[in-house]
Every structure is written in C-alpha cells, then in structure tokens.
C-alpha cells in the first residue's frame, strides 16, 4: 500500500509556472506507475500526464502537451508535475495517483490517489 500527498498548488496568472508534488510512503515507490489527474467543479475527473516505473516513458493529454511536464525521482519517493504557460482553463484541483500494473488514462484503473492540491489560474 502506498499513501500519497501533494503540494505546490497556489494562484498564478496566466502564463505563469507552478510545480506540484507528490510524496508517496513506504519503500516500492519504484513499483508503482504514477499519473496526475485534475478534476473542475461538476466535471469528471480527466487524465493530465503519465510516467512509467523508472522514469523512461511518458504521456500527455493533448491539451498539455508542451505546457505540462511529469517527472520522478524514485530515490526520493516523489513524481513531480512542471506547469509551463498556464492557462484559466487549467484551473482545478490536480491529484496525484498510483497503480502496480497499468499506465493508463482511465481513473478508475488507479488504486491509489492523494488527497489534491488546488490550482487556480487567473487571467
């Protein structure tokens, strides 16, 4: 089992950068695929990047591609999210999430998730 916490969410203008964090617990960090999700008021919860074990793959949705950038460090236990040319619409809350198996889109297919760091983007 892994618990997750993110943080580095704040205000920011357009056009700004923000870099999240996310800390996991215990000692397979490495074992586990690790994604970022983001979920608006009275929308579902849509997929924003990817990252496989070691760090050697990755994928975006399209509406970041370019802006977004997902990293991790496995020695530190944490997957990091660098936001580049911020945009209103990319205000929400960003979650971070975990899964043994699958590097996927799908939100349900993650096991675990942290507790969300909110973004909000002003024009």
């Known amino acids: 089992q892994v618990q997750l916490v993110e943080s580095g969410g704040g205000l920011v203008q357009a056009g700004g950068s923000l870099r999240l964090s996310c800390a996991a617990s215990g000692r397979t960090f490495s074992s586990y695929v690790m994604a970022w999700f983001r979920q608006a008021p009275g929308k579902e919860r849509e997929f924003v990047a990817g990252?496989?074990?070691?760090?050697?793959?990755?994928n975006y949705a399209d509406s970041v591609k370019g802006r977004f950038t997902i990293s991790r460090d496995n020695a530190k236990n944490t997957v990091y999210l660098q936001m580049n040319s911020l945009k209103p619409e990319d205000t929400c809350v960003y979650y971070c999430?975990?899964?043994?198996?699958?590097?996927?889109?799908?939100?349900?297919?993650?096991?675990?998730w942290g507790q969300g760091t909110q973004v909000t983007v002003s024009s």
């Open positions: 999430a975990a899964d043994r198996v699958h590097l996927t889109t799908i939100a349900y297919s993650y096991d675990y």
């Open positions: 990252i496989n074990r070691s760090g050697s793959s990755t």
